[in-house]
């Protein structure tokens, strides 16, 4: 095999069958099956959370909450300019159109900022992969034999575990409080416009922080290399020369993600488990030493200022276990194809996950002040833009990063070859048809040069490309091209499939439960004989108090009647007073 580094040596192939037998597990045919279940899955789950969210919404009478929902007091004290509320006729704290476009456009700028930092993170790391790859190949045979020969992955799990540290620090420590500055610095109305635009920017972040080295080794990595021989000194030749093994990046993006995932869900579990226990210790160091000067004995808390005295719920204690839930569920349905274990590992970590935060609720924190909202916000959006987006990537996978596509090209449309070993319909000979040839004494370098020798003019590299001294040597052959068109076919059905099948499911499972609805139908039914009610009673009782009023102008008429009658036949009484008619 051609080097893999501009200082390494010829490798033999069979020092990557680890790798091969790896990918095996999950680079077969049966992966296919497994990617179209978990589009299912990931449907039923929003359209199942739909139904439960109706319930409780429902249950708990928050139907519209939002459009009554008061301004944030941040808010309130920070805009100077007020407008009439064409509803309430009240003036109100308002931020005018231009001026809100002007905060979001620098917010915005500050964003894709950060998200260029996180690029160079990416870039940063695949500049080490192939420094430790050289450096490793450099050392000698004798001393550093076993490193050697276990280079790729020891690289691969040292890369993994550089890019999680990052990745933590990342979030702990710079994105969060940039969130919650940028958030601020909009001066959001509500609370449920401020937590939408928090969680927005967190979980783009997030997104970028997490999964931008996934998606560089699942869709990327090894696109830009064309043949070997080229200069490796450059830092984008470097990158060029950022290769897969033979057996394929599907390996080395199940390395990637099992050690981001699993190495994140222990972090998590240890923080939220050590850190309030930690806070809370440190409390109790310093307030249940108190001692009373006047009597010189210790001062005895009671239970409220014991309870007191634990790690306060701030008003975004949630978010982080949304966060968290929302980035495993991009864990599981992103890559699912790399990486077929993680729902297992994601069900044993929410099993933990609910006994921890049971713990950590009714022991470590202070009771929090329940709020009344309408849904979860943001986040429903979020899960459903992962849903979309998971049967876009888990296609392309398959078809691009996976064998599976090159090898039923090669089954079905292979010839029989004595030569090779080939025979149609079989797979017998795909590993020489997947390694192109390069000439040794092509290299330019002159650490480069000592290939070249009677034992080996030649060397195999991964990629479909004409040979040299042929026509259109080093360009693309013409099973690159078969397989490309077979690629591109399978990622359009398979995502038109998906879709489709997702949206029949969709379609089929309501969203409110019949039950439910049945009873928001008979309320509003209440509602509006309640109403016709009322109405009727307020026209009824309208109706009596004209009858009344009329019974009473009656009397003053017979009255006044009589009083002429008396005046008419006794002279000498006194006429009564025209004022009264």
Aim: glycine content about 2%.
């Amino acid at each position: 095999m051609c080097p893999l580094c501009g200082h390494c040596k010829l490798w033999p192939l069979d020092d990557s069958c680890t790798f091969s037998k790896l990918t095996y597990f999950f680079d077969n045919p049966a992966t296919v099956f497994f990617a179209v279940f978990m589009a299912f899955w990931a449907t039923s789950f929003l359209e199942f959370w739909k139904r439960k969210h109706a319930v409780i919404s429902w249950e708990w009478d928050l139907k519209a909450y939002e459009v009554e929902e008061e301004p944030r007091p941040e808010f309130e004290a920070a805009v100077k300019t007020f407008r009439i509320n064409p509803v309430t006729q009240a003036p109100e704290p308002y931020l005018s159109f231009w001026t809100k476009a002007a905060r979001m456009l620098i917010v915005s700028s500050i964003v894709f900022l950060l998200l260029f930092i996180v690029a160079f993170v990416v870039v940063g790391i695949i500049v080490y992969r192939l420094v430790m790859m050289s450096v490793i190949y450099s050392t000698p045979q004798e001393k550093y034999e076993f490193i050697k020969d276990n280079a790729k992955i020891i690289t691969s799990v040292s890369a993994a575990i550089i890019n999680l540290v990052i990745v933590v620090f990342l979030h702990n420590r710079v994105y969060y409080n940039f969130a919650i500055w940028l958030t601020n610095s909009e001066f959001p109305r509500t609370q449920t416009e401020y937590e939408d635009s928090f969680t927005f920017k967190m979980f783009l972040f997030q997104f970028i922080n997490y999964y931008s080295y996934l998606i560089y080794i699942a869709f990327f990595k090894g696109r830009f290399f064309r043949t070997p021989g080229e200069n490796p000194d450059f830092v984008f030749e470097k990158i060029r020369a950022d290769m897969c093994d033979p057996a394929g990046c599907l390996s080395e993006l199940f390395i990637q993600l099992s050690i981001i995932m699993v190495g994140k869900q222990f972090f998590n579990n240890f923080m939220e488990l050590f850190m309030p226990k930690f806070a809370n210790w440190w409390r109790r160091i310093r307030y249940t030493n108190i001692v009373d000067v006047r009597t010189n004995t210790p001062v005895f808390l009671t239970r409220w200022e014991l309870d007191y005295n634990l790690k306060r719920v701030d008003q975004l204690a949630l978010f982080q276990e949304y966060l968290e839930m929302v980035i495993q569920y991009g864990f599981v349905t992103l890559f699912v194809a790399a990486f077929p274990l993680a729902p297992f590992f994601a069900l044993l970590n929410n099993i933990v996950e609910i006994r921890l935060d049971a713990y950590k609720w009714i022991t470590q924190l202070r009771r929090p002040l329940a709020e009344r909202v309408e849904d979860i916000g943001a986040w429903y959006g979020i899960l459903q833009g992962i849903t979309y987006t998971s049967v876009v990537t888990n296609a392309f996978v398959i078809a691009y990063t996976s064998d599976i596509i090159p090898r039923l090209v090669y089954k079905y449309t292979n010839e029989d070859d004595e030569l090779d070993g080939a025979l149609h319909g079989t797979l017998h000979g795909y590993i020489n048809s997947s390694l192109s040839i390069f000439s040794t004494n092509l290299y330019k370098y002159p650490h480069q040069k000592n290939f070249s020798d009677k034992y080996h003019d030649v060397c195999r590299y991964r990629g479909y490309y004409n040979p040299p001294n042929t026509t259109n040597e080093l360009q693309p052959s013409q099973r690159y091209w078969h397989i490309m068109a077979a690629r591109l076919a399978f990622v359009a059905v398979f995502e038109h499939l998906a879709f489709a099948l997702t949206g029949v499911m969709a379609f089929a499972i309501p969203d409110v439960p019949r039950e439910i609805n049945v009873q928001i139908q008979r309320e509003k039914l209440l509602a509006s004989e309640a109403l016709f009610e009322n109405d009727l009673a307020k026209l009824q009782r309208e109706k009596d108090l004209n009858i009344d009023e009329s019974d009473k102008s009656g009397r003053r008429g017979s009255s006044i009647t009589e009083e002429y009658l008396f005046a008419y036949t006794n002279k000498e009484a006194k006429p009564p007073d025209p004022k009264n008619f």
